[in-house]
C-alpha cells in the first residue's frame, strides 16, 4: 500500500504558470478567440492621468467573464477562486504572488466609471460581430437564458397592453446592428421581410412592479 510523501508540500520548484494550465482549458480558448486589446480604447475617456494606478480594465472585465462563463455566483466568490485558480491567474496575466483586486472593486469601477456608458453594449456587440465574422451566427433562433425570482407585487393591480413579442424584438435589433456592420464594410445585408409585419401579443403588466411577469 502506497502512502503519499506529504514533504512534497514544501518542495522548491522552477516552472511556469503556463505549464499549469491544460492546453485544452476554456480559459485558453477565450484567450484565443478574443483580443481583449480593443477594450482600452473604449475605456480610455473614462480614466484620469491623475491619482493611483488604476486596475487594467481588461482584467475588471475578464474577471466578469470568469465569474457568468464558469458559474460563479458572486464576485467575492470569483475573487476567492482567483486567488487560488491557476488557471484564471493565467487568463488574467496574474502571476503566482500577484495580488488579486478587492470583491468592491469592480463595483467600484461600475459606479464611478462605467455606469450610464455604453462601454458593456459595445463589448458585447464586437464580441458579436467576431462571432458573425465568422460565420458562427444565426439569426433564425434565439435562446434565452433566466432565473425566475417572486416579485413583491399584487397581482390584482395591473393593466392591459399591447407589445411586441420579445424574442422577435431582439432578433430584429440583433440583425440591424449587424447589418449596419455589414454595410459599413461592403456587405450584402441579411433580409429583413420577416421583421416588417409587427408580432404583438397581450401582456398584463403590474403597476406595483412593471418589470414583474405573472405564472
Known amino acids: 500500500m502506497t502512502k ?3 514533504t512534497e508540500r514544501d518542495q522548491l520548484e522552477v516552472i511556469a504558470l503556463d505549464q499549469l494550465v491544460p492546453q485544452d482549458h476554456l480559459v485558453r480558448k477565450l484567450e484565443a478567440a478574443i483580443d481583449f486589446s ?3 480604447p473604449l475605456v ?7 491619482g ?3 486596475v487594467d480594465p481588461v482584467v475588471l472585465i475578464k474577471m466578469t467573464f470568469i465569474q457568468y462563463v464558469f458559474g460563479i455566483r458572486s464576485m467575492r466568490q470569483t475573487i476567492k477562486e482567483i486567488e487560488t485558480n491557476v488557471a484564471y491567474r493565467w487568463f488574467l496575466g496574474f502571476g503566482f504572488y500577484t495580488e488579486a483586486p478587492h470583491f468592491s472593486t469592480f463595483g467600484k469601477n461600475y459606479e ?3 455606469k450610464d456608458t455604453d462601454v458593456f453594449e459595445q463589448i458585447f456587440y464586437r464580441i458579436l460581430k467576431e462571432i458573425a465574422d465568422q460565420g458562427l451566427l444565426s439569426a433564425d433562433h434565439v435562446f434565452i437564458d433566466s432565473t425566475h425570482v417572486k416579485a413583491s407585487a399584487n397581482k390584482r393591480k395591473f393593466e392591459k397592453k399591447m407589445v411586441r413579442k420579445e424574442t422577435r424584438a431582439y ?5 440591424e446592428e ?3 456592420d455589414r454595410i459599413d464594410n461592403g456587405k450584402k445585408p441579411f433580409p429583413t421581410e ?11 403588466q403590474s403597476t406595483t412592479d412593471p418589470e414583474s411577469a405573472t405564472t
Open 44 to 50: 480610455e475617456n473614462l480614466y484620469s492621468t491623475l
Open 52 to 54: 493611483r494606478p488604476s
Open 178 to 180: 449587424l447589418n449596419q
Open 171 to 175: 432578433e430584429a435589433k440583433l440583425l
Open 194 to 204: 420577416k421583421f416588417e409585419k409587427e408580432d404583438m401579443k397581450e401582456i398584463k
Open 38 to 40: 480593443f477594450i482600452y
Open 4 to 6: 503519499n510523501n506529504q
Open 112 to 114: 464611478r466609471r462605467f
